[in-house]
């Protein structure tokens, strides 16, 4: 049996004996019931300048090597998106660098892929509207010319310049129109990101749904779905309810995505979560399972790691990443525990335990015996007393 120690925030220390994960066996046939993409992060040089401020400097062989992880579970990939730390260290360079790697490798293992569209390579804070279109159209042409599907992103700048919904149904129609594929559109919520209060025109949901819903039906063409991550799972299931035909809702909603993805007797959500890279041999388990009709399974595979993405993505939920990387660590995806512009120090001790003992209990530690090493070390080095050794004897 291997144990752990766990941290209270209190200071107290108390033992986890760690199950077995999962049971994931990769899948023989693509995945069918449900679309699903983990937003994957990247993994910096654990020896690299990589603090707050300096420019991303990446382990690119770990870092690709994730994605392949997530394909080989049937899972696409969603690239160069906020979990890779997009707005908080990723610069623009690393992003396009990301972003042409990502699609290279995709192209060689036949694996799914779609990356960012956004308009934060643009220095200024305040620009005008047709700067925020020009800023789109060019790093959607970068993408597509490097043969990555694409997810319009949340802008900040357009949030700053709009002054209300007409604003945002010009700029989305000028860009939609000169996509080469069908986007996913992404409406990101203020806990991931406050300055976008008020996107798509309004601070009331059902009044910004009403603006990207015609959105989509101008651009029907040019609009493969969205992906809402308002961690509202009412107002996810008002909008897929009324989606134009054809087009699909990808839940981003860390905190209901298991209702969501299993749906109604009206429709369900497919999937484009960040959660996912966290616990992607469960998610492929869950949805092969989905594949066979075997809903009960479903339900018992994921129910148990919504508790363990809920307390990842809790609020500040835009440090979340931190959680995402101290997994990838803990199940042996990265050397160290270590994120660009520093953000591994973004949670607290007792914050990570918490994802120690909820990812137990989720299956979700792919290496129990490599996971308790690495957090007794952690531990260890921030000299708290009584941890544990993996036989479960006290120190």
């Known amino acids: 049996m291997t144990s752990v120690s766990l ?17 994931a066996s990769r899948p023989t046939a693509p995945l069918s019931s449900r679309t699903a993409y983990a937003a994957a992060h990247v993994v910096p040089k654990a020896w690299g300048e990589n603090v707050p401020g300096a420019p991303a400097d990446l382990d690119w062989d770990a870092t690709l090597a994730y994605r392949h992880h997530v394909w080989s579970f049937g899972l696409g990939v969603a690239d160069a998106m906020d979990t890779a730390q997009r707005n908080m260290g990723l610069d623009t360079a690393a992003t396009r660098e990301l972003i042409t790697r990502s699609a290279a ?39 597509e010319d490097a043969g990555a599907g694409t997810v319009l992103m949340a802008s900040r700048h357009l949030a700053r310049a709009a002054q ?23 409406w990101l919520g203020t806990a991931f990101d406050p300055s976008l209060a008020g996107y798509f025109g309004s601070t009331d949901v059902a009044a910004a749904s009403d603006t990207l819903l015609q959105i989509m039906t101008d651009n029907v063409d040019h609009v493969a779905g969205v992906k809402m991550s308002l961690l509202d799972a009412d107002a996810e299931i008002a909008v897929r309810r009324r989606l134009p035909s054809g087009a699909t809702m990808f839940t981003g909603d860390d905190f209901n995505y298991v209702d969501l993805i299993a749906g109604d007797e009206q429709g ?128």
Do not use: C
């Open 7 to 23: 941290l209270s925030a209190e200071g107290e220390v108390t033992s986890l004996d760690l199950r077995e994960p999962v049971a």
């Open 105 to 143: 490798e995709a192209a060689s293992v036949g694996g799914a892929l779609v990356v960012g569209v956004n308009t934060d390579h643009l220095a200024e804070e305040q620009v005008s509207l047709d700067a925020v279109a020009d800023a789109y159209l060019e790093q959607l042409a970068f993408a």
């Open 164 to 186: 209300g919904a007409d604003d945002y149904r010009r700029v989305y129609d000028r860009v939609l129109s000169a996509a080469q594929s069908p986007v996913v559109l992404h």
């Open 268 to 395: 369900h959500s497919d999937a484009l979560l960040g959660a996912f890279t966290a616990i992607a041999p469960a998610a492929s388990a869950a949805i092969q399972a989905l594949d066979a009709g075997d809903t009960a399974g479903y339900e018992r595979i994921l129910r148990p790691t919504e508790a363990l993405s809920r307390h990842i993505f809790a609020a500040p939920t835009y440090y979340y990443k931190t959680g995402i990387a101290f997994l990838s660590w803990m199940n042996g995806h990265q050397p160290a525990f270590s994120m660009v512009g520093g953000l591994h120090a973004a949670r607290s001790l007792p914050h990570l335990s918490e994802i120690v003992r909820l990812a137990d209990a989720a299956g979700a530690l792919e290496h129990p015996e490599l996971a308790a090493e690495r957090w007794t070390g952690l531990l260890r080095t921030a000299g708290v007393v009584g941890t544990l050794t993996s036989a479960g004897g006290a120190r």
